[in-house]
């Protein structure tokens, strides 16, 4: 009996040049938009950022608004370092600090589109439909296994890596989701038509 063969894998697509933590030095809402577009690897596993939300210190949405404490004292760090925390209890996130020390204001990835490593990322996630493997902050956590040990690590230095997008895309903006506070500051970006997308804009 011939058994029909396993359908090709798709090659990844090239990467840009790595990014630094200087890269992260800036003004949260430069960094924030030009994420979209740049490829997030933890490990051999990840895809390029499609989606974004952008919490700077003066933010009542922010982590670091009333201050540092144990859970969030790496946002009061130096840019290009994760701060991952849990979510409700159940999911962790990331975040990549930006500005000067002491600045306190980060960006949260919110969705990927998967390009590195997806049969384990259908493994963690435990499903096959690649647009729902990472539309979310939680999903794609899980997905590239990122939790609490992320904490704190540079985001130059292995797991992690980022590489630079080669042109930029067309973002589109809006409100960011799940906040009580501040709910009308359009810090959300995304890439636009994206499939991968937690929700539409």
Known sequence: MVQNPKPAEVPAPRLGKPL???????????VAPDLIGATLLV???????????????????????????????????PPGFAYVYRSYGIHWCVNFVCEAKGSASA???????????????????????ERALCSGPGKLCQALGI???????????????LHARFAKPDIVTGVRIGITKAVDLPWRYGLKGSRFLSKPF
């Open 107 to 129: 960006v949260l990835i919110r969705a990927l589109q998967p390009t590195h490593g997806l049969a384990a990322m259908r493994r963690r996630r435990g499903l096959q439909d």
């Open 43 to 77: 490990g051999d596993v990840g895809g390029i950022i499609v989606e974004v939300e952008a919490y700077h210190h003066t933010d009542p949405a922010a982590h670091s608004y009333n201050g540092p404490t144990p859970r969030n004292r790496v946002m009061f760090g």
């Open 147 to 161: 939790t609490i040990s992320h904490n704190e690590v540079p985001l130059d230095i292995p797991p992690f890596t």
């Open 20 to 30: 630094r933590r200087g890269f992260f030095s800036r003004s949260v809402h430069e």
